[in-house]
């Protein structure tokens, strides 16, 4: 696969996927995915624009993931299954839950007594 500079998140985190399973070609996820078969060749080769957010959700979906997912930093399988979970959420509940989030974490930092301290 010719290697341009890549510098778009989306195609530098495909490209690691596609190296890292010999078994998937660029040509074999863009077929997978619904898309003509030289598409993902023709993204790193710079050739095309940038994947359309509709072409990247179909990839992803080849690949048995969301984007949300695929584009996430989450390492463990909680951090997984909160983006997994989030991404289902529509944004009204999304905007509650991460009001919850902030609060959650601001009381975390306020310096509340640890278990057995402060017993005495």
């Not at 078994?23 to 078969?37: D, R």
């Not at 529509?90 to 310096?111: F, K, W």
């Amino acid at each position: 696969m010719a290697d341009k500079r890549i510098t778009e998140p989306f195609l530098l985190k495909l490209k690691a996927v596609i190296d890292a399973d010999p078994s998937l070609t660029a040509a074999g996820l863009s077929v997978k995915a619904g898309l003509g078969n030289s598409a993902i060749r023709a993204w790193f080769a710079g050739t095309n624009q940038s994947p359309r957010i509709e072409s990247a959700r179909r990839v992803c979906e080849a690949l048995g993931t969301t984007l949300e997912e695929f584009l996430s930093d989450a390492q463990t399988e909680e951090e997984q299954q909160i983006v997994r979970l989030v991404s289902q959420l529509p944004e009204d509940l999304r905007r509650q839950l991460l009001g919850y989030g902030e609060a959650l974490v601001a009381t975390s930092h306020t310096g509340s007594p640890k278990s057995g301290e402060g017993d005495q």
